[in-house]
């Protein structure tokens, strides 16, 4: 059996602090996400006709709300609505009422995939500017990384409610 020292082999590999406000400010995380969730398609007739028939339906706010709680390793989906009236940068974006836990948890479970784009296009941002790179390309390898650091944060948001599920 080949031990090796794990604890040298960690310091020296990249990672992606769990709050990424220790890299960017959360306004600035937010304009960053709002930036990127404004640029889909919100005028797609399939969407706009869903809104219509549901008017309280949220999906931009639902959208940016999980993105950013996510970023901030906020991932239960009691506390992800209770930030909503913690952060005023939220509130300013979006006025009104926040959404209950089980439309939450909904929306990650339905729109996993958009999520994740989310995540992905916010740690690029903060890679970004963290390390200077301006518009230069992400490497394949830490790209990689970024796609299974934020899969990894929409599983760990998914198994901390099915347990609070199961606490109750």
Not at 133 to 149: Q, T
């Amino acid at each position: 059996m080949r031990i090796t020292n794990t604890a040298a082999l960690d310091a020296n590999r990249f990672t992606v602090p769990w709050d990424l406000s220790q890299w960017a400010s959360q306004s600035e995380l937010l304009a960053w996400l709002d930036q990127d969730i404004g640029s889909l398609d919100w005028g797609n007739p399939e969407l706009v006709s869903i809104l219509k028939s549901n008017p309280a339906y949220q999906p931009r706010l639902l959208l940016t709300l999980l993105a950013y709680a996510y970023a901030l390793g906020v991932c239960e989906s009691e506390e992800i609505a209770g930030l909503y009236y913690q952060d005023q940068g939220l509130r300013r974006l979006f006025a009104g009422q926040a959404p209950a836990t089980k439309e939450i948890a909904r929306f990650r479970k339905e729109n996993r995939g958009l999520l994740k784009w989310c995540l992905v296009e916010l740690f690029k941002r903060v890679v970004r500017e963290k390390f200077e790179l301006g518009d230069a390309l992400i490497p394949a390898g830490m790209r990689r990384y970024l796609v299974d650091a934020a899969g990894a944060r929409l599983d760990v948001a998914r198994d901390m409610d099915r347990a609070a599920r199961g606490a109750l």
